[in-house]
Protein backbone atom coordinates (compact mmCIF):
# COMPACT_ATOMS: atom_id res chain seq x y z
CA UNK A 1 0.00 0.00 0.00
CA UNK A 2 3.00 2.25 0.50
CA UNK A 3 2.54 3.90 4.14
CA UNK A 4 6.08 4.27 4.43
CA UNK A 5 8.18 6.48 2.43
CA UNK A 6 11.91 7.34 2.26
CA UNK A 7 10.91 10.20 -0.09
CA UNK A 8 9.55 13.52 1.27
CA UNK A 9 5.75 13.53 1.62
CA UNK A 10 3.68 15.63 -0.97
CA UNK A 11 0.75 16.84 1.31
CA UNK A 12 -1.05 18.28 -1.60
CA UNK A 13 -1.33 15.62 -3.35
CA UNK A 14 -2.74 13.27 -0.34
CA UNK A 15 -5.65 16.47 0.38
CA UNK A 16 -6.06 15.80 -3.25
CA UNK A 17 -6.38 12.08 -3.16
CA UNK A 18 -9.11 11.95 -0.45
CA UNK A 19 -11.05 15.04 -1.64
CA UNK A 20 -14.12 14.81 -3.13
CA UNK A 21 -17.32 16.98 -4.06
CA UNK A 22 -19.19 15.41 -1.17
CA UNK A 23 -16.54 16.07 1.22
CA UNK A 24 -16.93 19.35 2.66
CA UNK A 25 -14.41 18.82 5.30
CA UNK A 26 -10.78 18.18 5.35
CA UNK A 27 -8.21 18.07 7.97
CA UNK A 28 -4.49 17.39 7.70
CA UNK A 29 -1.89 16.55 10.44
CA UNK A 30 1.85 16.78 10.07
CA UNK A 31 4.01 15.58 12.76
CA UNK A 32 7.45 17.43 12.33
CA UNK A 33 10.90 16.49 13.64
CA UNK A 34 11.50 18.71 16.40
CA UNK A 35 14.83 20.52 17.83
CA UNK A 36 14.71 19.07 21.59
CA UNK A 37 14.21 16.34 23.22
CA UNK A 38 13.76 15.86 27.07
CA UNK A 39 15.69 19.06 27.39
CA UNK A 40 18.48 17.58 24.78
CA UNK A 41 18.98 19.76 22.00
CA UNK A 42 18.11 17.17 18.76
CA UNK A 43 20.32 17.63 15.46
CA UNK A 44 18.18 14.85 12.89
CA UNK A 45 16.90 11.50 13.70
CA UNK A 46 16.56 8.43 11.62
CA UNK A 47 13.23 5.95 11.52
CA UNK A 48 13.78 2.71 11.84
CA UNK A 49 10.64 0.34 11.01
CA UNK A 50 9.49 -3.07 10.66
CA UNK A 51 8.18 -2.82 7.07
CA UNK A 52 5.77 -5.27 6.46
CA UNK A 53 4.02 -4.81 9.56
CA UNK A 54 4.03 -1.35 9.14
CA UNK A 55 1.71 -1.38 5.76
CA UNK A 56 -0.23 -4.17 7.57
CA UNK A 57 -0.67 -1.77 11.15
CA UNK A 58 -1.68 1.60 9.03
CA UNK A 59 -3.87 -0.54 6.53
CA UNK A 60 -5.78 -1.49 10.15
CA UNK A 61 -5.78 1.61 10.98
CA UNK A 62 -7.16 3.35 8.09
CA UNK A 63 -9.93 0.69 7.59
CA UNK A 64 -10.83 1.36 11.39
CA UNK A 65 -11.20 4.94 11.12
CA UNK A 66 -13.25 4.60 7.87
CA UNK A 67 -15.60 2.02 9.63
CA UNK A 68 -16.32 4.05 12.17
CA UNK A 69 -16.81 7.23 10.73
CA UNK A 70 -17.88 8.07 7.02
CA UNK A 71 -14.76 9.60 5.97
CA UNK A 72 -12.05 8.49 3.64
CA UNK A 73 -8.59 8.79 5.04
CA UNK A 74 -4.69 9.30 3.54
CA UNK A 75 -1.36 8.96 5.71
CA UNK A 76 2.09 8.59 5.11
CA UNK A 77 5.14 7.81 7.39
CA UNK A 78 8.86 8.87 6.45
CA UNK A 79 11.55 6.05 7.36
CA UNK A 80 15.56 6.70 6.92
CA UNK A 81 16.86 10.01 7.96
CA UNK A 82 15.22 13.02 8.45
CA UNK A 83 16.24 16.87 9.93
CA UNK A 84 14.99 19.34 11.50
CA UNK A 85 11.37 20.54 10.55
CA UNK A 86 11.05 17.72 8.48
CA UNK A 87 7.76 16.30 8.14
CA UNK A 88 7.64 12.95 9.58
CA UNK A 89 3.84 11.89 9.30
CA UNK A 90 1.22 13.50 7.18
CA UNK A 91 -2.53 12.27 7.93
CA UNK A 92 -5.37 13.47 5.57
CA UNK A 93 -9.01 13.23 6.44
CA UNK A 94 -11.82 13.85 4.81
CA UNK A 95 -15.87 13.49 5.51
CA UNK A 96 -19.02 15.26 4.43
CA UNK A 97 -18.80 17.43 8.17
CA UNK A 98 -15.70 18.26 10.11
CA UNK A 99 -16.18 16.61 13.45
CA UNK A 100 -15.84 13.11 11.20
CA UNK A 101 -12.92 14.60 9.54
CA UNK A 102 -11.47 16.08 12.99
CA UNK A 103 -11.85 12.66 14.97
CA UNK A 104 -10.71 10.12 12.09
CA UNK A 105 -7.86 12.13 12.07
CA UNK A 106 -6.94 12.44 16.13
CA UNK A 107 -7.90 8.50 16.06
CA UNK A 108 -5.69 7.63 13.38
CA UNK A 109 -2.54 9.78 14.85
CA UNK A 110 -2.86 8.37 18.45
CA UNK A 111 -3.53 4.82 16.78
CA UNK A 112 -0.41 5.01 14.78
CA UNK A 113 1.76 6.07 17.93
CA UNK A 114 0.53 3.41 19.83
CA UNK A 115 0.56 0.45 17.35
CA UNK A 116 2.80 1.18 14.36
CA UNK A 117 6.43 -0.28 14.69
CA UNK A 118 8.40 2.65 13.94
CA UNK A 119 11.54 2.91 16.19
CA UNK A 120 12.87 6.92 16.28
CA UNK A 121 16.68 7.52 16.65
CA UNK A 122 17.48 10.40 17.73
CA UNK A 123 21.06 12.37 17.54
CA UNK A 124 21.75 15.46 20.12
CA UNK A 125 23.84 17.97 20.25
CA UNK A 126 26.29 16.81 22.50
CA UNK A 127 26.97 14.41 20.44
CA UNK A 128 24.96 11.28 21.68
CA UNK A 129 22.55 9.35 20.33
CA UNK A 130 19.65 7.38 21.59
CA UNK A 131 16.19 5.48 20.85
CA UNK A 132 13.36 7.46 21.64
CA UNK A 133 11.06 5.25 24.60
CA UNK A 134 8.18 6.40 25.56
CA UNK A 135 7.96 3.80 28.44
CA UNK A 136 11.14 4.70 30.02
CA UNK A 137 12.38 7.04 32.54
CA UNK A 138 13.59 10.43 30.92
CA UNK A 139 11.68 8.86 27.26
CA UNK A 140 14.59 7.44 25.65
CA UNK A 141 17.44 4.37 26.19
CA UNK A 142 21.19 5.13 24.96
CA UNK A 143 21.46 3.28 21.50
CA UNK A 144 24.68 1.61 20.88
CA UNK A 145 26.55 -1.43 21.72
CA UNK A 146 25.28 -2.91 24.95
CA UNK B 1 5.46 -41.76 18.95
CA UNK B 2 8.80 -40.74 19.19
CA UNK B 3 9.65 -37.14 20.18
CA UNK B 4 9.25 -34.16 18.12
CA UNK B 5 12.30 -32.32 17.29
CA UNK B 6 10.28 -28.77 17.11
CA UNK B 7 9.89 -26.69 15.16
CA UNK B 8 12.70 -24.01 13.92
CA UNK B 9 10.95 -20.26 13.54
CA UNK B 10 12.80 -17.26 12.62
CA UNK B 11 12.94 -14.18 14.52
CA UNK B 12 13.09 -10.56 13.56
CA UNK B 13 14.88 -8.08 15.94
CA UNK B 14 14.68 -4.18 15.99
CA UNK B 15 15.82 -1.24 16.66
CA UNK B 16 17.62 -1.48 20.12
CA UNK B 17 16.50 -5.08 20.39
CA UNK B 18 18.75 -5.33 17.58
CA UNK B 19 21.60 -3.83 19.07
CA UNK B 20 20.72 -5.97 22.10
CA UNK B 21 21.50 -9.16 20.41
CA UNK B 22 23.99 -7.84 17.53
CA UNK B 23 21.95 -8.68 15.13
CA UNK B 24 18.56 -7.94 13.00
CA UNK B 25 17.19 -12.07 12.38
CA UNK B 26 17.56 -15.16 14.55
CA UNK B 27 16.59 -18.83 14.34
CA UNK B 28 15.20 -20.37 17.31
CA UNK B 29 13.66 -23.52 17.89
CA UNK B 30 10.64 -24.03 20.39
CA UNK B 31 8.76 -27.55 20.88
CA UNK B 32 6.40 -28.80 19.00
CA UNK B 33 2.76 -27.58 20.10
CA UNK B 34 4.49 -23.98 21.23
CA UNK B 35 3.74 -21.17 22.27
CA UNK B 36 4.59 -17.33 21.86
CA UNK B 37 6.00 -18.12 25.51
CA UNK B 38 7.66 -20.83 24.62
CA UNK B 39 9.65 -18.28 21.34
CA UNK B 40 9.95 -15.48 24.23
CA UNK B 41 12.66 -18.29 26.44
CA UNK B 42 14.56 -19.43 23.44
CA UNK B 43 15.19 -15.64 22.79
CA UNK B 44 16.53 -14.71 26.18
CA UNK B 45 18.96 -17.64 25.35
CA UNK B 46 20.95 -16.04 22.50
CA UNK B 47 23.72 -14.11 23.26
CA UNK B 48 22.39 -10.58 24.79
CA UNK B 49 18.75 -12.44 25.27
CA UNK B 50 19.87 -11.37 28.85
CA UNK B 51 19.57 -8.10 28.34
CA UNK B 52 16.03 -7.79 26.83
CA UNK B 53 13.45 -6.32 29.14
CA UNK B 54 11.02 -8.45 31.59
CA UNK B 55 8.02 -7.54 29.09
CA UNK B 56 8.10 -7.82 25.47
CA UNK B 57 5.80 -7.32 22.54
CA UNK B 58 5.80 -9.91 19.94
CA UNK B 59 4.18 -9.82 16.85
CA UNK B 60 3.61 -12.79 14.45
CA UNK B 61 3.19 -12.87 11.14
CA UNK B 62 3.20 -8.72 11.22
CA UNK B 63 -0.27 -9.03 14.17
CA UNK B 64 0.90 -8.30 17.81
CA UNK B 65 -0.23 -11.41 19.77
CA UNK B 66 0.03 -12.52 23.61
CA UNK B 67 1.82 -15.02 25.21
CA UNK B 68 -0.09 -17.75 24.93
CA UNK B 69 -0.49 -17.97 21.37
CA UNK B 70 0.75 -20.88 18.93
CA UNK B 71 3.81 -20.54 16.90
CA UNK B 72 4.50 -23.05 14.39
CA UNK B 73 6.71 -23.93 11.26
CA UNK B 74 6.34 -20.90 8.79
CA UNK B 75 5.24 -18.13 11.39
CA UNK B 76 7.55 -15.01 11.28
CA UNK B 77 7.70 -13.68 14.53
CA UNK B 78 9.05 -9.76 15.77
CA UNK B 79 10.29 -8.71 19.21
CA UNK B 80 9.14 -5.09 19.09
CA UNK B 81 10.76 -2.71 21.09
CA UNK B 82 8.41 0.38 22.35
CA UNK B 83 6.99 2.06 19.42
CA UNK B 84 8.08 5.81 18.89
CA UNK B 85 6.45 6.91 15.60
CA UNK B 86 4.42 9.37 14.32
Partial sequence: MGFLTPDRIDLPALVAAVSAPERGGVVTFHGLVRDHHAGRRVLRLEYHAYAPMVEAECGRIMAEAEDRWPCRVILRHRTGGLAIGDTAIAIVTAAAHRGEAFDACRYVIEAVKRRVPIWKREYYADGTEAWVDPTAPGGTVAAGSP | ?86
Fill in chain 2, 1 to 86: MSTSPGSSVRVLLFARYAELLGTEAAEITIPAGGTVSDAVVAIRALPGGHLLPPRLLVARNLVQVGLEEPVGPGDELALLPPMSGG
